[in-house]
């Protein structure tokens, strides 16, 4: 996106204005001008609207059509700075409780007075925990810098379905103990790869309702099996719930996350396609 700065530029010399005044009427700072039109960085989507608008060009004369339909696909996600703030402190939370919870793991792993089946299913456990410490901490670092695009989303999504999967199948055919409800939730599990794969790397889906749907329908199972939990809590032990309880509270916070992502990429996207529709309704009036 470099000719992105010298057209900001241009415009702004056209218009007769200092890097200033466009700061002051967009609400940023001179150097946030200074670094765009030096293509040092770049604004996020919103704030390049309103400076088509305020610089009186069409936002396809600030970005090529090209860099404009690829903008929402190598961009962050989030670029604002209030909804990164929060981004960012749930992958921190995540990646705590991901901690905790391979603490514990480890834990019951080492320990010497319980059965080798669950000793197994602890080490299972324990795998698990630390991998999506992992995945959490890179969502964490990305998230601060700016560099989570949908396609690295998209790939978190899928990889936390997929370790989910893994670990309830594994778990389930240690024990040897398929139920109607596990399989029910694995099944959700497979569709929440094949949702987050079609939705945040199909740059032209637009319609992220079967994602959401399939997030909220995972949201909605862990809420139920959280009850059962509170329900049934006088045959587990305290540490045995509170880990479980741990679980519960980060599946729903990624789905939660998920949902937050998929929304604000749905509005970027319409955005884009938006302006390249109206870009061609005027070209054909032109012509």
Not at 40 to 59: F, G, I, M, N, Q
Not at 91 to 118: G, K
Request: glycine share 6%; charged share 15%.
């Amino acid at each position: 996106m470099a000719e992105f700065g010298e057209n900001l530029r241009e415009a702004r010399q056209r218009k007769g204005i200092t890097q200033q005044t466009v700061a002051d009427q967009i609400f940023v700072s001179r150097q946030a001008v200074s670094q765009w039109e030096s293509g040092a960085r770049y604004p996020d989507l919103l704030t390049a609207k309103k400076l088509s608008e305020y610089l009186d060009v069409p936002l396809d004369h600030l970005l090529s059509a090209e860099q404009l339909e690829e903008y929402p696909e190598c961009s962050p996600i989030i670029e604002t700075a209030h909804m990164t703030g929060i981004q960012t402190s749930l992958y921190t939370v995540l990646s705590v409780l991901y901690l905790i919870q391979s603490a514990f793991a480890i834990y019951a792993t080492n320990a010497t007075a319980i059965p080798r089946t669950a000793m197994v299913i602890s080490a299972v456990q324990m795998i698990f925990f630390l991998v999506m410490t992992g995945f959490s901490v890179l969502g964490t670092a990305l998230a601060i810098k700016g560099k989570l695009t949908p396609r690295l989303a998209g790939w978190m999504m899928i990889l936390f379905f997929g370790v989910e999967i893994v670990k309830r199948f594994g778990i389930a055919l240690m024990i040897s103990s398929w139920d109607f409800a596990t399989l029910i939730f694995c099944v959700i599990l497979l569709i929440g790869c094949g949702v987050s794969a079609q939705y945040f790397f199909d740059r032209k889906c637009l319609n992220p309702a079967p994602a959401i749907t399939v997030y909220i329908i995972f949201i909605l199972i862990n809420i139920a099996s959280f009850l059962i939990v509170l329900a049934t809590f006088r045959i587990l032990g305290e540490i045995e719930i509170f880990q479980i309880i741990l679980g519960y509270i980060c599946n729903m916070l990624t789905a939660a996350l998920a949902i937050g992502q998929a929304q604000i990429l749905k509005k970027k996207r319409q955005m884009v396609n938006n302006e390249l529709l109206n870009s061609e309704l005027l070209n054909d009036k032109l012509s």
